[in-house]
C-alpha cells in the first residue's frame, strides 16, 4: 500500500474503513496529541466493548493477519486523521510528546499547583507546617515566586539551611551549625579542678565522637613521690569494653606537672577515676579537661612538654626536658666510681630509640629504665629497659617501646673511676 491519511469517524455506529480483509500489514498511527482512537473489526460497534481496541494519542498499531475488516471511530470528536502505512517501525517525536504533556494539562505551574496544594502542608522545617509546594503559599516552589524560597534557602532566612547545617554537624535539627563539622565540633567530656584526698570519679561522659584530646595539670603538697593514676574506663551497652591506666609522677602545688593526651575513643561512654599512691595524702587537680572530637587518632599519645624546671617532690634531680621528637638528652654528668645518677623522665608512651656513649670509650656503664609511676606494680623490681654498654662504651637500642606509665632513668657507672656518659631518647611515634 501506499502512504495515506484517512479522516476517522467521530460516530463509532459508522466506523470508518481503515483496512479490508486480506491486506498486507499495515501501520497505523495516531498522530493526535489528546485524542483516543478506536479500532474494531465490526462497523458499527459500542466504544469500551469488547469488540475494539483503544489506539492511544501518538501510538502505533500494526494490524497484520487481517481476517476481518478494520474499522475507526473517536468518542464525539470530529477531524481527527490516522496515518496509514506500510509497516515499519515509527519513533515519536520528543516535540509531540511534549505539545501532549501541554495539552493534558501536565507540567504546568497551574496545574501542579491544584494538584499538589490538595495534598495537604508539606513540612519543610521541624514541627512546623509551612505549605511551600502549595500554590497559594507565599514562595511556593511550583511557581514564579519559588526564586523567594532559594533565596531564603541560601540566606537562612527560612531556617532550612540552619536546621540541615545543625543535623550535619551535630545529628539534631535543634543543636549547633559547625563550620567543617567532621574537624571542629569538639564537645568537652570532663572538666574538673579540685583536691582529690581518695580515688575519685568523674562524670560519666556519653561518647559520639571517634577521638579524644585534652591535658591534666596536677600536683601534690606532700613530699613525695606522688604517682597519679588516671584510669579511663570505655563502656558500651553497660559494660566495660576497655579499660587503661595512665600512670604519672606528680608535681608540687606550686610547680604542677602537666600531661598532655589524645587517642582514638573505644566505647560509647567513658568513666575516668583519679587515684594515687599511698605514699601521699592528697592530689591538687589544677585542671583537668577532656573533649571528643572527630579528627582521626589512631594511637594513644600521652606525653608531657617542656618541663625541665618542674622539680617532682621525692625526687632529687628535675625532669629532663622534652621536646616533640627528644625526651632526654643528658649532656656530660661525671659520675663517680661506682656511683649512679637518676632522672625522672618526661611522660611519653610510645616507640623510641635509646642511646649513649662515654667520651672514653670503655664498657664501664649501665642504664636502666624504670616504670616507677605505677604504684600497682611498683615492688616488682623488673626494670623495663636494663642495658650495660658494649666494649666501645656504647649502648644503642632502635625500638623500645615506653609504657603507659612515666618512667626515671639511671646511669650506673660500674667503673673504679668517676666517669662521663651521654644519653639520649628520642621518639619514634608522634
Excluded at 588516671?230 to 602537666?258: K, M, R
Excluded at 646511669?411 to 651521654?422: D, M
Aim: net charge negative; hydrophobic share 35%.
Amino acid at each position: 500500500m501506499s502512504y495515506t491519511t484517512v479522516t476517522v469517524s467521530a460516530n463509532s455506529a459508522y466506523g470508518t474503513p481503515l483496512a479490508e480483509q486480506g491486506d498486507q500489514p499495515i501501520l497505523v498511527y495516531n498522530p493526535s496529541d489528546n485524542t483516543n482512537v478506536y479500532l474494531s473489526s465490526n462497523p458499527s460497534f459500542t466504544i469500551g466493548q469488547s469488540d475494539n481496541v483503544t489506539l492511544r494519542p501518538l501510538m502505533t498499531i500494526v494490524l497484520t493477519n487481517l481476517t476481518d475488516n478494520t474499522y475507526a471511530a473517536t468518542s464525539g470528536v470530529s477531524g481527527v486523521q490516522l496515518e496509514l502505512m506500510p509497516a515499519a517501525a515509527v519513533g515519536v517525536s520528543p516535540v509531540d510528546v511534549a505539545i501532549a504533556l501541554s495539552a493534558l494539562g501536565l507540567a504546568t505551574s497551574a496545574n501542579q499547583n491544584t494538584q499538589i496544594s490538595t495534598e495537604g502542608n508539606i513540612e519543610i522545617g521541624v514541627g512546623t507546617s509551612n505549605n511551600y509546594l502549595g500554590g497559594t503559599s507565599a514562595g511556593a516552589l511550583i511557581s514564579t515566586a519559588g526564586i523567594t524560597v532559594a533565596k531564603d534557602m541560601l540566606h537562612a532566612n527560612s531556617g532550612v539551611t540552619t536546621e540541615l547545617a545543625a543535623l550535619i554537624a551535630s545529628g539534631s535539627v535543634t543543636g549547633t551549625p559547625g563550620g567543617v563539622p567532621l574537624l571542629s565540633n569538639a564537645a568537652q567530656l570532663i572538666s574538673y579542678g579540685g583536691t582529690i584526698t581518695g580515688s575519685t570519679n568523674m562524670t560519666l561522659a556519653t561518647v559520639t565522637q571517634i577521638s579524644y584530646d585534652g591535658f591534666i595539670e596536677f600536683g601534690t603538697a606532700s613530699a613525695g613521690p606522688g604517682y597519679l593514676c588516671v584510669s579511663l574506663q570505655w563502656e558500651s551497652a553497660g559494660g566495660y569494653v576497655f579499660v587503661e591506666n595512665y600512670y604519672l609522677i606528680c608535681g608540687s602545688t606550686g610547680s604542677p606537672a602537666t600531661v598532655y593526651f589524645r587517642g582514638p575513643c573505644k566505647g560509647e561512654s567513658l568513666l575516668v577515676t583519679l587515684s594515687f599512691n599511698s605514699g601521699i595524702t592528697s592530689v591538687v587537680i589544677n585542671n583537668f579537661y577532656m573533649y571528643q572530637n572527630s579528627r582521626p587518632f589512631t594511637q594513644d599519645r600521652w606525653y608531657s612538654d617542656g618541663q625541665s624546671t618542674i622539680t617532682y617532690p621525692g625526687f632529687t634531680n628535675t625532669a629532663v626536658g622534652m621536646n616533640m621528637d627528644n625526651i632526654l638528652h643528658i649532656s656530660d654528668p661525671n659520675i663517680a666510681a661506682s656511683g649512679s645518677i637518676t632522672y625522672p623522665l618526661p611522660m611519653y608512651c610510645g616507640r623510641c630509640s635509646i642511646s649513649g656513649a662515654t667520651p672514653s670509650n670503655t664498657t664501664n656503664y649501665q642504664m636502666i629504665i624504670e616504670a616507677v609511676s605505677d604504684f600497682n606494680n611498683a615492688n616488682s623490681g623488673v626494670p623495663i629497659f636494663n642495658e650495660f654498654s658494649n666494649a666501645s662504651g656504647i649502648i644503642s637500642i632502635q625500638d623500645q617501646y615506653l609504657p603507659k606509665a612515666q618512667c626515671q632513668i639511671s646511669l650506673r657507672n660500674n667503673a673504679a673511676a668517676a666517669e662521663t656518659v651521654n644519653a639520649a631518647i628520642v621518639t619514634g611515634d608522634f
